[in-house]
C-alpha cells in the first residue's frame, strides 16, 4: 500500500510563496509520474503540474512560471514550490502517484491565499 502524505500549506498573502511536501512510503522512482493537483471550492479537481519517472514535467499554464516542481528520491519526496501566489491559487493541493494502472492520493493540504 503506498501511503502519500502532504504538507506545508497555510495562508499567505497573495504575491508570497510557499513550499509544499509530499512524502511517500517507500521509494518513489517506482512511480511512472507523480504530480499535483488541486481543488477549489465548488470545483474540479484539476492538474497543476506532474512530473515522469524520466523529469519530464507538465504544468498547467495558469501557473507555469509561478510553479516548480522537484523531486528527492533519496527522501522519497517531491516537492512543489509555489511563487508569486494569486487569491485563485487558493484550493486543497493533492499529491498524486501512478504506479502502472494504479493510482494513489494523498489526503491534502490546504492553501488559502489572501488578497
Known amino acids: 500500500q503506498v501511503q502519500l502524505v502532504e504538507s506545508g500549506g497555510g495562508l499567505v498573502q497573495a504575491g508570497g510563496s510557499l513550499r509544499l511536501s509530499c512524502a511517500a512510503s517507500?521509494?518513489?522512482?517506482?512511480?511512472?509520474?507523480m504530480g499535483w493537483y488541486r481543488q477549489a471550492p465548488g470545483k474540479q479537481r484539476e492538474l497543476v503540474v506532474a512530473?515522469?519517472?524520466?523529469?519530464?514535467?507538465n504544468y498547467a499554464d495558469s501557473v507555469r512560471g509561478r510553479f516548480t516542481i522537484s523531486r528527492d528520491n533519496a527522501k522519497n519526496t517531491v516537492y512543489l514550490q509555489m511563487s508569486s501566489l494569486k487569491p485563485e491559487d487558493t484550493a486543497v493541493y493533492y499529491c498524486n502517484a501512478e504506479l502502472g494502472r494504479l493510482e494513489f492520493w494523498g489526503q491534502g493540504t490546504l492553501v488559502t491565499v489572501s488578497s
Open positions: 512530473i515522469t519517472s524520466g523529469g519530464s514535467s
Open positions: 517507500g521509494s518513489i522512482i517506482r512511480f511512472n509520474a
